[in-house]
């Protein structure tokens, strides 16, 4: 049998394989990366924790025992994903202006990233005020304003710490 038209399996599991509930099974021909059948688990439940993966048996690794096990956020991620949920919780409602920047790489800079490369901060004009809802909302907002990609990092300031602007920009 052509290993395109082998058939595969994997059982989608809320726990261990076995010993908790199945939520699924999905079936594919060919070749698929555990990146891509991840990424398809994810697609039909956020709640699978093992993947049991089941080769067809014309495959000659057929009988082998595949397991992939999803990968959780560490301690640290999700003290930080908290940190910004309650973040966002704070801000909601607030007006901010939104100040983005676009970092310009430079011998000569004044500044360094986290890869030890020197860059100055170049400061364009575009600043623009915005209720705020969400940090992905303001990355939106600076590629609407900025342009897609053309910005690194924005800061935020809320509106009562600045003047009152002389212009506006649409």
């Given at each position: ?32 990366t ?6 398809v ?8 924790q093992t ?60 500044l ?59």
């Amino acid at each position: 049998m052509h290993p395109e038209t082998m058939k595969h399996k994997a059982s989608l599991w809320e726990g261990a394989f076995g010993t908790s509930r199945h939520i699924t099974d999905v079936h594919w021909e060919g070749d698929i990366t555990p990146q891509e059948l991840t990424d398809v688990a994810n697609q039909i439940s956020q709640d699978w924790q093992t993947l049991d993966l089941e080769l067809d048996p014309a495959h000659p690794q057929y009988g082998q025992t595949y397991r992939l096990h999803k990968n959780w956020p560490s301690a640290d991620d999700e003290a930080i994903a908290l940190q910004v949920l309650e973040a966002e919780d704070e801000l909601e409602g607030h007006y901010v202006w939104v100040h983005c920047c676009k970092h310009v790489y430079d011998k000569a800079g004044e500044l360094e990233d986290e890869s030890g490369r020197a860059y100055r901060q170049v400061f364009n004009t575009i600043m623009f005020v915005v209720e705020f809802t969400s940090f992905d909302e303001i990355a939106d907002q600076c590629d609407e304003h900025f342009g897609m990609g053309a910005w690194d990092e924005y800061e935020l300031y809320l509106d009562d710490e600045l003047p009152q602007p002389v212009a506006t920009y649409d």
